[in-house]
């Protein structure tokens, strides 16, 4: 007996103590909906996803070459589109997660519009981002069982025991579209009790793992802009706190915490750190400060002072009373924010490059390593690098060290399409292809992420429509760009109506109603057109 059938048996035995009063219900029907609705609350998501990612987590710490992946999205209809093409393409959802971007919620969702990356949309849109995505992703295995559920009884009708044995199986074995969701808090929209606060809604509405960056958050920018600000560690810690205290008091005790370092890039910091004794932390944060050695006599009205082995040292304060770090000292202040993140409650790291250079980020991972040494990393592979020419010059600058004669290529355009079938070229693709397994084993990156791909590719596709549908081509522009495309590459939306839930629809309407539901299904529904015979070549 399957799962399938012993469920059914189960609610065939309750309805049997019920009485006559449920004589409507019918037990498989029931187990079905139950089937379609594995998941009752986000706290239930939030748990299941959380030990996919431990699990995962283990694995990579045994073999490196078993990373993770996801894509940023903005909607949860991408976010279910995303892996219902990875169940269909790949089989299956294992190691492949979900990203919820801010800098997506603050240019797409927020109700002021399209938004810089400055924490200045709603703090409610990245919990309301999740459990919509949440709810997309469910739809999708309520949408895949009752396809399922259909085929069954298909085969019940012309008694295709055969076919009912298999499709029996896949019922037992269906797996869910849920995964985990990595999901960005920024830098936590507050203080500490706001973080508590927003991390509350985000768990709740089913996130497993929160990304916070050490940024202070009223003057938050993008990882890839500049005029970035960090805070000393023991500010940052506290949000780290707020949001293991978040977890824990919903429950969720394997929750994930990345710690994202802007420091790489981040010139300023918003105040001096609190120390106590020399090399402690708040020294050590001081001690990357950009100063000028002075004596007392050259103390002027207003200054703030440190005093090291003796010395009494002036830190550069700009006009905005922010204070400046010495350059140069970013890779040093990114493991020094690694080590004393995973010494006091994260879990993962997040360290903000401005180009992809295995050789910059494994340096930084092999020191955090010599302290942590199963220290992991997530990674932002982001579109706002030139992925093409980054790698193309990396080409180059190795020929180039190889004493190789680059007298055919300009460094400065590698970009031009002049290139693209040249040797150097088709090494940088290939050192592009290979990034993520490569990084992986090199240096530390457990989960690799695209963080707004999504974005772009909604831009790209619907260019691609308008240049062609608003000109000469008409509706061949979307009849071969499109539909065409989705009929014979399966792509599930060109039955859009089946897709928005119309078949469901149907079959609850059957089971509430029996014989008297009026269906949308039948015979005159245009969807028939998409149907396995109509598409034919017979």
């Given at each position: 007996?399957?799962?399938?059938?012993?469920?059914?048996?189960?609610?065939?035995?309750?309805?049997?103590?019920v009485?006559?009063?449920?004589?409507?219900?019918?037990?498989?029907?029931?187990?079905?909906?139950?089937?379609?609705?594995?998941?009752?609350?986000?706290?239930?998501?939030?748990?299941?996803?959380?030990?996919?990612?431990?699990?995962?987590?283990?694995?990579?710490?045994?073999?490196?070459?078993?990373?993770?992946?996801?894509?940023?999205?903005?909607?949860?209809?991408?976010?279910?589109?995303?892996?219902?093409?990875?169940?269909?393409?790949?089989k299956?959802?294992?190691?492949?997660?979900?990203?919820?971007?801010?800098?997506?919620?603050?240019a797409?969702?927020?109700?002021?519009?399209?938004l810089?990356?400055?924490?200045?949309?709603?703090?409610?849109?990245?919990?309301?981002?999740?459990?919509?995505?949440?709810?997309?992703?469910?739809?999708?295995?309520?949408?895949?069982?009752?396809?399922l559920f259909?085929?069954?009884?298909?085969?019940?009708?012309v008694?295709?025991?055969?076919k009912?044995?298999?499709?029996?199986?896949?019922?037992?074995?269906?797996?869910?579209?849920?995964?985990?969701?990595?999901?960005?808090?920024?830098a936590?929209?507050?203080?500490?009790?706001?973080?508590?606060?927003?991390?509350?809604?985000?768990i709740?509405?089913?996130?497993?793992?929160?990304?916070?960056?050490?940024?202070?958050?009223?003057?938050?920018?993008?990882?890839?802009?500049?005029?970035?600000v960090?805070?000393?560690?023991?500010?940052?810690?506290?949000?780290?706190?707020?949001?293991?205290?978040?977890?824990?008091?919903?429950?969720?005790?394997?929750?994930?915490i990345?710690?994202?370092?802007?420091?790489?890039?981040?010139?300023?910091?918003?105040?001096?750190?609190?120390?106590?004794?020399?090399?402690?932390?708040?020294?050590?944060?001081?001690?990357?400060?950009?100063?000028?050695?002075?004596?007392?006599?050259?103390?002027?009205?207003?200054?703030?002072?440190?005093?090291?082995?003796?010395?009494?040292?002036?830190?550069?304060?700009l006009?905005?009373?922010?204070?400046?770090?010495?350059?140069?000292?970013?890779?040093?202040?990114?493991?020094?924010?690694?080590?004393?993140?995973?010494?006091?409650?994260?879990?993962?790291?997040?360290?903000?490059?401005?180009k992809?250079?295995?050789?910059?980020?494994?340096?930084?991972?092999?020191?955090?390593?010599?302290?942590?040494?199963?220290?992991?990393?997530?990674?932002?592979?982001?579109?706002?690098?030139?992925?093409?020419?980054?790698?193309?010059?990396?080409?180059?600058?190795?020929l180039?060290?190889?004493?190789?004669?680059?007298?055919?290529?300009?460094?400065?355009?590698?970009?031009?399409?002049?290139?693209?079938?040249?040797?150097?070229?088709?090494?940088?693709?290939?050192?592009?292809?290979t990034?993520?397994?490569?990084s992986?084993?090199?240096?530390?990156?457990?989960?690799?992420?695209?963080?707004?791909?999504?974005?772009h590719?909604?831009?790209?596709s619907?260019?691609d429509?308008a240049?062609?549908?608003?000109?000469?081509?008409?509706?061949?522009?979307?009849?071969?760009?499109?539909q065409?495309?989705?009929?014979?590459?399966?792509?599930?939306?060109?039955?859009?109506?089946?897709?928005?839930?119309?078949?469901l629809?149907?079959?609850?309407k059957?089971?509430?109603?029996?014989?008297?539901?009026?269906?949308?299904?039948?015979?005159?529904?245009?969807?028939?057109?998409?149907?396995?015979?109509?598409?034919?070549?017979?």
């Amino acid at each position: 007996m399957t799962v399938y059938q012993k469920a059914i048996e189960d609610i065939e035995a309750l309805k049997q103590q019920v009485g006559s009063t449920w004589d409507a219900i019918n037990p498989e029907s029931v187990a079905r909906m139950r089937a379609q609705n594995r998941f009752k609350t986000g706290l239930e998501i939030a748990q299941y996803t959380a030990d996919i990612m431990r699990k995962d987590m283990g694995e990579y710490d045994a073999d490196s070459s078993i990373y993770t992946q996801s894509l940023g999205v903005w909607h949860g209809f991408i976010g279910q589109q995303k892996m219902i093409s990875i169940k269909k393409h790949l089989k299956t959802t294992n190691k492949r997660y979900l990203y919820l971007s801010g800098w997506m919620v603050a240019a797409l969702r927020s109700e002021f519009g399209p938004l810089p990356d400055q924490s200045m949309h709603e703090k409610t849109a990245v919990p309301a981002l999740v459990e919509e995505l949440y709810t997309f992703l469910r739809q999708a295995d309520a949408r895949e069982l009752d396809l399922l559920f259909t085929a069954l009884d298909n085969a019940r009708i012309v008694g295709d025991d055969e076919k009912i044995t298999r499709l029996l199986a896949q019922i037992d074995a269906f797996e869910t579209h849920v995964v985990p969701i990595i999901a960005d808090i920024d830098a936590g929209f507050g203080n500490p009790e706001a973080t508590y606060l927003l991390a509350k809604k985000m768990i709740e509405a089913g996130a497993c793992a929160i990304q916070i960056e050490n940024q202070v958050s009223d003057e938050k920018q993008c990882g890839h802009q500049d005029g970035k600000v960090t805070v000393p560690h023991e500010d940052f810690i506290a949000k780290i706190n707020a949001v293991r205290y978040a977890f824990l008091e919903l429950g969720i005790e394997n929750g994930i915490i990345v710690s994202r370092t802007d420091s790489l890039g981040a010139g300023l910091t918003q105040k001096l750190a609190v120390t106590y004794t020399p090399g402690d932390l708040g020294d050590q944060y001081n001690s990357y400060l950009d100063v000028d050695e002075i004596t007392e006599a050259d103390l002027g009205n207003g200054d703030v002072v440190i005093k090291r082995d003796g010395k009494l040292l002036r830190p550069k304060r700009l006009a905005s009373n922010l204070f400046q770090f010495r350059a140069g000292t970013g890779e040093a202040r990114c493991v020094l924010d690694s080590i004393t993140s995973l010494q006091n409650g994260a879990d993962l790291l997040w360290i903000e490059t401005e180009k992809p250079h295995i050789g910059q980020i494994a340096a930084m991972m092999n020191e955090v390593r010599k302290a942590i040494p199963n220290a992991k990393l997530v990674y932002n592979n982001s579109p706002s690098f030139n992925w093409t020419l980054n790698f193309r010059q990396q080409a180059y600058d190795a020929l180039l060290a190889e004493g190789k004669d680059v007298s055919a290529y300009d460094r400065a355009k590698l970009m031009s399409v002049d290139y693209d079938e040249t040797e150097l070229a088709l090494n940088a693709d290939e050192k592009i292809r290979t990034f993520q397994r490569d990084s992986s084993k090199e240096a530390g990156i457990f989960h690799h992420l695209i963080t707004l791909p999504t974005y772009h590719t909604a831009a790209l596709s619907t260019d691609d429509l308008a240049k062609g549908y608003f000109a000469d081509q008409g509706m061949l522009a979307y009849v071969k760009g499109v539909q065409r495309r989705e009929i014979r590459e399966g792509i599930a939306t060109v039955k859009h109506q089946n897709m928005s839930g119309s078949d469901l629809g149907d079959n609850h309407k059957e089971y509430f109603a029996g014989e008297a539901a009026l269906k949308a299904g039948g015979v005159n529904n245009t969807s028939n057109q998409f149907d396995e015979p109509a598409l034919s070549s017979h």
